[in-house]
């Protein structure tokens, strides 16, 4: 069966370590974190107290349309931000313009969005809070006064979906698309399912995006009260590590066919080969020990992709930096790799843990690390724990042994993905 | 381009709806339209400007008895797990430890909110002021509870269903509001036809009757204030429509590759045969009067299927009984059915059932492959005034029994999303050679 292949043309990202693919990977190599104290509420009392905010996060600098800004959450305007990035470093627009109408109106068909989203959050519905408080428990209250008391647009606001609504309105994309909602693999899954679709001829481009903004009180709380928190550093395969950090910010990649992106002479960032996932069905935060889901994702991948392990250069590991997630990353890509293992990183230690945008940040920067030729190193890790032992993790950078990337994604309802990219040669 | 692609059988149907806890008592009111409207009793809502709701009444989960898992379990879920065991025990197939990787899960996830009672814990020990109190929220209970937090995390039907049923091939989890159902299914077909999975239990599941959820219809105007007569608030293409009936529940389907059904002598109600997928890219809350948006979704579709708008006998609208969902689904259909736009018959089972949001797609799914199973198609409830804008061939008063050779069901969603499915009657496969074989 013959399908298309899916070439990367753009790429766009945000956290808290920069505003671009390559200031983030930049900040990675010269190994700082931009984990810092959380800005967003006073934490002097709590028992844990950094995250990866975007500090200063000006609203206006993500997103100029200012109208949209009562119609949006933190996290959609991150998303907003990656998506548009990696649709204007493809320079589709400005070649649709030249088209004439018929032409652009077909063009837009075959333009989709697929978009990995956090999903719901707490914040929003504090906003009941004031007219909870005047209706004082008495529902006729609250349900007569609610019009004069919570914005008309709430719901709007809180939608999971609206940073593909809203990418559509603003760059007339009308092709296929889909929302995913599944925790910590939603922004891998929205590249997985764009690089399927171009593959079966749905559409000739689409944006995937994974966008996220975890970092508010109840969700940090909440997340520290399941034992998945650091105490002041994400440390991934160290002997010491003690869980992760929470980090908000997206990730994007344009990606198109071959005939799509040659029609315009567009520059080639690089290839998704392939990908997978799959399930371990033990419940919404239960992990294998042995790996298995992880690794057979990985096995779906390769397969998927008629690559082996040995054409691996390096490997982006999921790396949360939490006790059980860790080892049995470790035990998967033993599985796999055994001695033949290339060179592992992961970023997470560097600005947080995105959640929903944390596959495609990694595949962005993967790419980014890829054309550099180089293999960052993970700058918090001090001493590798035994349990990871084989694993070619270090402190230091070196070299990818070829131009392909694995890139891992790991999460709640234990749900493992793999993808495989290769960079364009220089 | 395309050679042998896998085809897609559907073999196992569950329900859990406003009008039946099964998939026989809901077909039973569908067909009749007796609807499931009614004054709210979920909470008080007299002070709410729609005080009615098309709620699940007398649940009890009955195949699904986990009560341990019932505590991780918020409402929708517990409908989808019941629904769930329905499809699957219809189907006569469960994963099992040889197969189950090749078993897949796709799920339409309603919207992600803490449940009332947990927010109103919330705000009476760290909102009393109108505003959160941070420091006091470490000691609130719900906000300390490891089972709340898993039962208003985004996967958690997700993990609850590939865990009790054991699936551990794809498993995925989309929302795209009121096309969230639609488009799981899509998705699921898909990964069985690229060999990803041989098997998937493919649904939706949503419950937002609670006075948050009624309470963001409410302000967006968007549901029906009749509620002096909420058996008639869900009316979809009539001239005197206002609004949405606010559903909940949740609809599954067994899926199967057609030639392993066939092979352990599955009754097979329809293949599941297209998908497709546009967004309107219009407003966040409407498709614009022509049907732009709706047009390609249910054109590509058709093509997805190798299908002709000519052999389509049924289409399950979206019809919501909003204003404008309903005018520029009716202009959708007219533009791409043409002349046959007269012969095709419509209707809304929303009429009857009321809108189950994110769950509808899938529910609706399970409506048009009994709808060509059976030979029966449910009527468009409380149609009285016809709209010139709206000149469809409803199926109003009486069911229509016929051969349904092939049947649509359209979804639509807040954000702009347009599903459509498209699903063949067994007999109609059989002749047709492999997908994209020359005739």
Known sequence: ?426 | MRTERRRVAITGLGMVTPVGNDVNTTWDALLCGRSGGAPITLFDASGFSTRIAAEVKEFRPTLFDDRKMLKFANRSHRFALEAAEQALGDAGIRPTVDDATRWGCAVGTGMMTADYEELALTHAHCGASGEIDTDKLLTDGPASDPLVFCRNHATEGLALLTRRFGIRGCATSVHTACASGGQALGTAMKLIRRGRVDRVLAGGFDSMISPVGIAGFCLLSAVSTDNDTPQRASRPFDATRNGFLPGEGAGFLVLEEWEMARARGARIYAELAGDGNSLSSYRITDSPPNGDGPIQSMRQALADAEISASQVDYINAHGTSTAMNDLSESAAIRAVFGEDVVRVSVSSTKSTMGHLIAAAGAVEGVVCALAIARGEMPINANYREPDPDCKLNLVVNEPRRQKVRVAMSNSFGFGGSNSCIVMRHPDEVDGLGAYGAPP
């Not at chain 1, 004031?130 to 914005?151: C, E, H, I, K, W």
């Not at chain 1, 180089?374 to 694993?391: F, M, N, Y």
């Open chain 1, 1 to 426: 069966m013959t399908r298309n292949k899916v070439l990367i043309t753009g790429t766009g990202a945000v956290c808290a370590a920069g505003m671009h693919p390559r200031e983030i990977l930049d900040v990675v190599l010269a190994g700082r974190t931009a984990i810092a104290p959380i800005r967003q509420w006073d934490t002097s009392n709590w028992p844990t107290r950094v995250a990866g905010e975007i500090a200063d996060l000006n609203p206006r600098a993500l997103v100029p349309d200012r109208k949209l800004h009562k119609l949006i959450r933190r996290t959609d305007l991150v998303g907003l931000y990656a998506a548009s990035q990696a649709i204007e470093h493809s320079g589709f627009v400005a070649w649709r313009d030249t088209l004439d109408p018929a032409d652009f109106a077909q063009y837009n068909d075959r333009t989709g969005a697929m978009v990995g989203s956090g999903g719901g959050n707490f914040q929003s519905q504090y906003d009941f809070f004031p007219l909870m408080s005047a209706a004082n428990g008495d529902m006729q209250t609250f349900g007569r006064d609610l019009a004069d008391s919570v914005n008309p647009m709430w719901l709007l606001r809180t939608l999971p979906n609206n940073v593909l609504g809203h990418i559509g309105i603003q760059y007339n994309l009308k092709g296929t698309n889909a929302c995913i909602t599944n925790h910590s693999v939603g922004g891998m899954l929205a590249a997985i399912e764009a690089m399927e679709a171009l593959r079966a001829g749905e559409a000739d481009r689409i944006v995937a995006v994974g966008h996220d903004a975890p970092v508010e009180p109840q969700m940090l709380l909440c997340y520290h009260r399941v034992g998945l928190i650091a105490s002041e550093a994400l440390r991934p395969f160290d002997a010491a590590r003690d869980g992760s950090l929470l980090g908000e910010g997206a990730g994007a990649l344009m990606l198109e066919t071959a005939t799509s992106a040659a029609q315009r002479g567009a520059p080639i960032i690089g290839e998704v080969l392939g990908g997978g996932y799959v399930g371990e069905g033990l419940g919404p935060l239960s992990i294998r020990e042995d790996g298995d889901g992880l690794a057979r994702a990985i096995a779906m991948a390769l397969e998927d992709a008629g690559l082996h392990p040995a054409d691996v250069g390096m490997i982006v590991a999921h790396g949360n930096g939490t006790r059980r997630s860790d080892a049995s990353e470790a035990a998967a890509l033993r599985t796999v790799f055994g001695a033949g293992m290339p060179p592992v990183t992961g970023f997470k230690w560097a600005f947080g843990h995105l959640i929903a945008a944390a596959g495609i940040m990694d595949l962005v920067l993967a790419l980014a690390a890829l054309k550099a030729n180089v293999v960052p190193g993970i700058a918090t890790l001090r001493r590798l724990d035994e349990a990871c032992a084989d694993l070619r993790v270090s402190a230091q950078a070196s070299v990818p042994r070829g131009n392909i990337a694995l890139v891992l994604c790991r999460g709640f309802a234990g749900t493992n993905a793999a993808v495989l990219v290769r960079a364009a040669e220089p």
